[in-house]
């Protein structure tokens, strides 16, 4: 049977193994505050068994491994809840900043504005030819125009802010990607499980950064093993192994007229429709899609009331005029950038502001009235079945219920990725409590294996005693 000496191994295997899982659980106890920290667990096993005869015995324990409590499939979850939370919440920032200029209902909103416009030819037909009321309209038609400006402009503001966070964005992507490959090689060239617990914690958290970016699919490649990372779609390859790939920014980066691209590097691949979540998925949908979107409406709206006033302004004549103004009231465009009040009709409303249907006719307001009544006309807006005022409340309306459907979805993403990050703190995260349970039983395993090797040195001590040596 074995010997003193080897319960004496015993004794200290029993030592060692404690010690080393008490350090493993005061090392959760000093991280339970650290974002990303995965809970560590010591792995013991018995040590092989010493045979004798026909007799085992066992020789003691090891610390067979030091293992991080995941659940891979909640964590990818997570990313999957992350993306899709940064996506929403970032949506619902942009939509909100416009939301409030264009929904302006007070008399500086542009649907007031609009309705001041044609009441000022009202206010003309009462009285045609009528100095103050010529200047009326003029000064209105300026205001407008102005509205629309306003808006169009912050629109156009949104946009190339929208483009220029896409190229930041896109340089994050890359950088993370590289750090996660770099992290990748240290994973795989380790040989022993466990030794590299803090590298896969960073990893995650890097990967959870990324998903916050930009929408990506990930599989893990087990124990030591390389993550591999696609964007959510497929298009492209983002992390293989320890090499990544990197993104490239396209079009035209602050620009409100050029839309943002995004190619997959190295083949070049433009995978912009590809990327619909995350913060890049988001800013590449307001840039690209829903600020164009509001500006073409607006657009819309500016050009069928200047076209419509400009053709009945042209064929009508001036209080008292021979001959038709042939003039148009507007110049220029909205999304050119140059809409104005036409020179001739600012120089001179007296003469270029038609009035009459007929010519020498200072007491006709015909023309004034027809102009007046466009504000009721329908149709006259394309994709549009009401008038000027309907089409302005159907893009205030379209702006707030985009609003509000980002900010509903954000909430609820929101609440997803707290319910599994609660989920994921239960499983990974530190529990205070229970570390403390298995610290005053790893405590009481040190003391007993103490205990243990006190005996075995006082049988050995007896032994020396009894056969005349000295004991040290």
Do not use: C, W
């Not at 396209?250 to 912009?272: F, M």
């Amino acid at each position: 049977m074995p010997g003193l000496t080897s319960s004496m191994f015993i004794g200290l295997s029993g030592l060692q193994a404690q010690q080393s899982a008490l350090n493993v659980v005061g090392n959760n106890i000093a991280n339970v505050n650290t974002p990303g920290y995965t809970r560590e667990v010591a792995g013991m096993t018995s040590n092989p068994s010493q045979v004798q005869g026909q007799n085992y015995f066992g020789s003691g324990v090891s610390l067979d491994s030091v293992t991080s409590v995941r659940d891979k499939f909640l964590e990818l979850q997570l990313t999957q809840a992350t993306s899709a939370q940064a996506k929403y919440n970032t949506l619902s920032t942009g939509v909100s900043v416009v939301s409030s200029t264009l929904g302006d209902s007070t008399s500086s909103g542009l649907a007031a504005q609009i309705q001041s416009f044609f009441q000022g030819f009202q206010t003309l037909a009462a009285n045609p030819g009528n100095s103050a009321a010529l200047t009326s309209v003029v000064g209105n038609a300026q205001s407008m125009i102005s509205s629309f400006q306003t808006n169009y402009s912050l629109l156009q503001q949104q946009q190339a802010a929208a483009n220029q966070t896409v190229g930041t964005l896109v340089d994050q992507v890359n950088k993370l990607t590289s750090q996660i490959a770099q992290l990748n090689q240290q994973i795989v060239g380790s040989d022993t499980t466990g030794s590299n617990n803090a590298a896969v914690d960073q990893r995650t958290t890097l990967t959870n950064q990324l998903a916050q970016l930009v929408g990506i699919n990930v599989i893990d490649g087990g124990t030591n093993g390389p993550y591999q990372i696609t964007l959510d779609s497929g298009a492209a390859t983002l992390v293989s192994g320890t090499s990544s790939f990197d993104l490239a920014a396209g079009g035209s980066p602050g620009s409100s007229t050029v839309t943002s691209t995004i190619v997959g590097l190295p083949n070049g691949g433009n995978v912009t429709g590809n990327i619909t979540s995350g913060q890049l998925g988001a800013e590449l949908t307001l840039g690209n899609t829903t600020y164009a979107g509001y500006e073409s409406q607006l657009n819309t709206i500016a050009t069928a009331i200047t076209t419509n006033v400009n053709t009945l302004n042209a064929a009508g004549y001036a209080a008292g005029a021979a001959a038709a103004t042939g003039t148009n009231f507007f110049s220029g465009s909205l999304a050119g950038g140059t809409l104005s009040v036409t020179a001739a009709v600012v120089g001179n409303p007296a003469l270029n502001i038609a009035t009459a249907t007929t010519a020498n006719a200072p007491g006709d307001n015909t023309q004034a009235n027809a102009i007046a009544n466009l504000q009721f006309a329908t149709g006259l807006v394309a994709g549009i079945t009401g008038n000027f005022s309907d089409a302005v409340g159907h893009l205030v309306s379209t702006v707030g219920i985009d609003s509000q459907n980002f900010q509903t979805q954000s909430t609820t993403q929101q609440n997803l990725v707290s319910a599994l990050q609660t989920q994921r703190d239960q499983v990974s995260g530190v529990s205070l409590d229970e570390e403390a349970t298995n610290m005053m039983q790893l405590q009481t395993g040190y003391q007993a294996s103490a205990h243990f090797l006190n005996v075995i040195n006082g049988l050995t001590a007896g032994l020396i005693t009894q056969f005349g040596g000295t004991a040290s």
